[in-house]
C-alpha cells in the first residue's frame, strides 16, 4: 500500500532552520506531484509548497524565499528545507502526493514543527 512516511520535525528557536524529508513508497513516484501542507492549532490545513513530476516547485506567499521544496526521483524522497523560521510557521507538517493523472491523493501521518525561544 502506500506510504509517506514524514521525519525531520522538531523545536527550533525563530529564526533556525529544519530539514523536512518524506519517504514515499507503494506509488509510482514519477508520475505524482508531491506536496507538503500544514495545519496549525485551530487553524485549517494549508498548502506550503508542492512540486511537480518534473520538478517545477510552487510555494504559498507566506513561505517564499524561506522555504524550498525539492525531490528525488531515484530515492523516492521529497524535502522541505526552512529557514528564518517564525513562531507562525509552528505547525504539523503533512506530506501530500496526487497523481497526475488520476488525481488520486495520500497523505502521510505529519511531522511536528516548534518554533519557539
Known amino acids: 500500500q502506500v506510504q509517506l512516511v514524514e521525519s525531520g520535525g522538531g523545536l527550533v528557536q525563530p529564526g533556525g532552520s529544519l530539514r523536512l524529508s518524506c519517504a514515499a513508497s507503494?506509488?509510482?513516484?514519477?508520475?505524482?506531484?508531491m506536496g507538503w501542507y500544514r495545519q496549525a492549532p485551530g487553524k485549517q490545513r494549508e498548502l506550503v509548497a508542492t512540486?511537480?513530476?518534473?520538478?517545477?516547485?510552487n510555494s504559498a506567499d507566506s513561505v517564499k524565499g524561506r522555504f524550498t521544496i525539492s525531490r528525488d526521483n531515484a530515492g523516492n524522497m521529497v524535502y522541505l528545507q526552512m529557514i528564518s523560521l517564525k513562531p507562525e510557521d509552528t505547525a504539523v507538517y503533512y506530506c501530500?502526493?496526487?497523481?497526475?493523472?488520476?488525481?488520486?491523493?495520500?497523505w502521510g501521518q505529519g511531522t511536528q514543527v516548534t518554533v519557539s525561544s
Open positions: 501530500n502526493s496526487q497523481h497526475i493523472f488520476n488525481r488520486l491523493t495520500y
Open positions: 512540486i511537480s513530476s518534473g520538478g517545477v516547485p
Open positions: 507503494g506509488l509510482n513516484f514519477n508520475l505524482n506531484t
